[in-house]
């Protein structure tokens, strides 16, 4: 059956929501067959897939390319695409534009980095029934500001209540879930209490309503996987060793 926002909102104290990214068919088939509630067609795509260095190079051309090419295998998860860098701060003709055209790719929903200061636009964008998840805690996208990626709310109590008026503010916009990145893990259980949707955690420890993995960290396609996504798989080595194993076959075997 076809998950739905609605679905999602109400496995909140009942089940652990699995969600992984997706950027193409091949892995939207893998993480539909292998049960996933929710794919997300994350930004992440930038360093994941196409060789930047982080997601700020993504544009909405790009996310609605690997949108729609997601979107081309009938999955019955929750198909969300992230609002790339910028975009949420644009004027909101603008913003609603580039999640329309995120939905007209396939989408059933949007994700969007940012708290307190993007509650209002997200209460808009809702208002006009496009469904959001929110994202608050690390946001790549302020990788620049930031400069590297860190855990939020260990060691700064004012980091903690501002990632937690984050959640609430978001949540309050509409939201029908929230992704909570690298959140320290008493942030996490604190943010997971206080809210009525669920808080989808990544490097958050496991006091979340679900988890989200990106796909190729837990097949073991990364060089250099975060420490908190533990390979369930060695599918790089793998493959590595499938080429090797037929190169040897055609130098051994072709006719010169
Ligand atoms: O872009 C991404 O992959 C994400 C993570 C939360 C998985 O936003």
Redesign the pocket.
């Known amino acids: 059956m076809k998950v739905t926002t609605k679905t999602i909102r109400q496995a909140k104290r009942t089940k652990a929501l699995v969600?992984?990214?997706a950027y193409d068919t091949v892995t939207a088939r893998i993480a539909s067959h292998g049960g996933a509630d929710l794919l997300?067609?994350?930004?992440?795509?930038?360093n994941?897939i196409l060789g930047f260095e982080n997601?700020v190079s993504v544009t909405l051309d790009m996310m609605v390319h690997h949108t729609a090419a997601v979107a081309r295998f009938k999955t019955d998860a929750l198909l969300v695409a992230?609002v790339p860098f910028g975009v949420a701060h644009d004027d909101f003709p603008g913003v609603l534009h580039a999640c329309t055209r995120l939905l007209q790719a396939g989408a059933d929903g949007v994700?969007i980095?940012g708290g307190t200061a993007l509650a209002p636009v997200i209460a808009r964008l809702v208002a006009a029934g496009v469904p959001v998840c929110g994202?608050v805690g690390l946001q790549?996208q302020q990788v620049r500001q930031l400069g590297g990626y860190k855990k939020f709310g260990a060691k700064d109590s004012a980091e903690f209540e501002s990632v937690q008026a984050d959640a609430l503010a978001v949540e309050r916009a509409g939201v029908f879930a929230i992704?909570g990145?690298m959140l320290a893990p008493a942030l996490a259980r604190a943010i997971r209490d206080a809210l009525e949707v669920p808080l989808?955690g990544?490097g958050s420890g496991p006091d979340c309503d679900g988890q989200?993995?990106?796909i190729h960290d837990l097949l073991g396609l990364t060089e250099n996987p975060p420490g908190f996504a533990k390979p369930f798989a060695e599918l790089g080595v793998a493959a590595v060793q499938a080429v090797a194993a037929w190169a040897a076959t055609v130098r051994d075997t072709s006719a010169r």
């Open positions: 969600c992984l990214t997300l067609v994350g930004d992440s795509v930038g994941t997601s992230d994700k980095e994202h790549p992704v990145e989808i990544i989200i993995l990106v």
